[in-house]
């Protein structure tokens, strides 16, 4: 972990440092990305197969690729009463909060006197990613997937890796088929991105991508924008705590610790506090808890690559800096967190308050979990239902509003030279 004084005569040289670590645009990942991408691109199912065995050690065939209904229905007897509840109560938080989301068809006059509105229809088929690897993200189905069905999607496609036996985490398939996945596919990675995309004769494309991933998982989407619509860019986890000395050390140190153990190594903590007895404070708590920690080692690598404890001089110095790193997430705990939480704005969540760890909004508090990283809040926010609807604006003229118009029209045309345009609205008057 690495110790940022305000007092540091190169205070500002580590603060830079602190706001550039991120995976995102790692050029060597992008350039392996591109590679992975032209490679699906050319040879389809066949490259997904390739790189399902050298990724993860998983040898399948094309019609291995999706998951049976037998897999599903396997999955189903294997949940127990605790896995159903779980599911059950986050599906309904996350439903509930989507439902209010929801974007409604409007019109109006315009002062022509034409009617003019929008209208907003589900996208017809969605993909989503939802990680797989040293840990199963069975929360991440009902964080994506439940907002597809909310918005009316009719054709859910998810991918997700496969273990090393060829199957799917049960538990997973359980979360996925309850919210209302309609095709899984056992394959990961930036290969599971490219096939989406641009499509294979197992995987037909889709309009649009959703969900978190690793940096691989990123880029591919980033180098496939405009192949097919995008949510946004959630990568590995970050969290920044904001504190002052009325914080407790344990909390903070077991929240830093829940975002490092996700495993890539990748993953960004940022304690910022104005009491420098805390910064010490947290340092040997995170000491004492970590070796009782089942992910201990993956922990240590992400907080020896991406952990930072930050003294600045005041909350106002606090706040600028958050806003700065664009966190995933952020926790206020602090006198009056609500008021000091209102000048950060580029946050993928906010936590207000000693009793609302990030795990809450990972796993039931109802928001989606998947959130800008890497800086990128400052540009993105969270993933919401709105973005599993298209937006299209309608406009509807009859004559009185066209003839109100034309005068308008004919100058833009006149200046545009674009003389065409004029007379599709003028031969409309002159008609009888």
């Known amino acids: ?59 399948l065939t094309p019609d291995r690729l999706p998951v049976t209904t037998a897999e599903l229905m396997n999955a189903a007897l294997l ?30 006059t315009n002062p022509h006197g034409a009617l003019v509105g ?41 991918c997700t890796p496969a273990g090393r036996d060829g199957s799917v985490n049960p538990a ?13 596919h056992r394959v990961g990675g930036a290969q599971a991105i490219a096939a989406m995309a641009l499509g294979t004769p197992t995987i037909r494309r889709v309009q649009k991508i959703f969900g978190p991933g690793n940096a691989y998982v990123v880029a591919a989407k980033r180098l496939l924008f405009g192949h097919v619509s995008i949510d946004l860019l959630p990568g590995p986890s970050e969290v920044l705590v904001l ?25 960004r903590v940022w304690l910022v506090s104005t009491a420098p007895r805390l910064l ?17 080692e993956r922990i240590e690598l992400a907080l020896k690559q991406n952990a930072w404890l930050i003294h600045v001089p005041d909350l ?5 800096l958050a806003n700065r790193l664009a966190p995933e997430h952020c926790e206020v705990m602090t006198r009056q967190a609500r008021a000091v939480s209102a000048g950060i704005t580029t946050a993928g969540a906010i936590f207000l308050g000693p009793d609302s760890p990030t795990v809450l909004g990972d796993y039931v508090a109802g928001p989606s979990h998947v959130l800008p990283t890497g800086g990128c809040g400052s540009s993105f926010a969270g993933l919401t239902v709105d973005q599993f609807q298209r937006r299209t604006s309608v406009v509807e003229y009859r004559r009185p509003a066209l003839r109100k118009a034309i005068k308008a029209v004919e100058k833009f045309a006149a200046l545009e ?16």
């Not at 077991?254 to 975002?259: K, R």
Request: charged content about 30%; hydrophobic content about 40%; aromatic content about 6%.
């Open 118 to 158: 929008e209208k907003f229809d589900p996208f017809h088929r969605v993909g989503i990613y939802i990680p797989g690897g040293t840990a199963p993200l069975v929360s991440t189905a009902l964080m994506t997937i439940t907002l597809a069905q909310v918005a009316g999607c009719t054709e859910i496609v998810v």
């Open 172 to 184: 997973l398939l359980f979360a996925a088929n309850y919210a209302g996945a309609t095709e899984i």
């Open 280 to 296: 010490k404070s947290v340092e040997r708590e995170i000491q004492r808890q970590l070796p009782k920690l089942s992910r201990r």
């Open 1 to 59: 972990m690495r110790f940022v004084r305000h007092t540091d005569p190169d205070y500002e040289v580590q603060l830079e440092r602190c706001a550039s670590a991120s995976s995102l645009f790692d050029p060597v990942i992008e350039e392996r990305t591109r590679d992975i991408v032209n490679a699906v691109e050319e040879r389809r199912d066949g490259a997904l197969i390739e790189f399902t065995q050298r990724f993860d050690g998983v040898t």
């Open 316 to 320: 106002e110095a606090g706040v600028a």
């Open 79 to 108: 949940a127990d009463e605790p896995l159903r509840k779980a599911v059950a109560e986050t599906h309904r938080n996350v439903t509930a909060f989507a439902k209010r989301g929801l974007r409604r068809a409007w019109q109006a």
């Open 243 to 267: 504190a002052d000395d009325s914080a407790d050390p344990a909390y903070i140190a077991a929240d830093l610790l829940a975002q490092a153990e996700h495993g890539s190594g990748h993953e």
């Open 417 to 432: 030279g674009l003389d065409a345009h004029g007379r599709s609205a003028q031969i409309r008057l002159k008609k009888a």
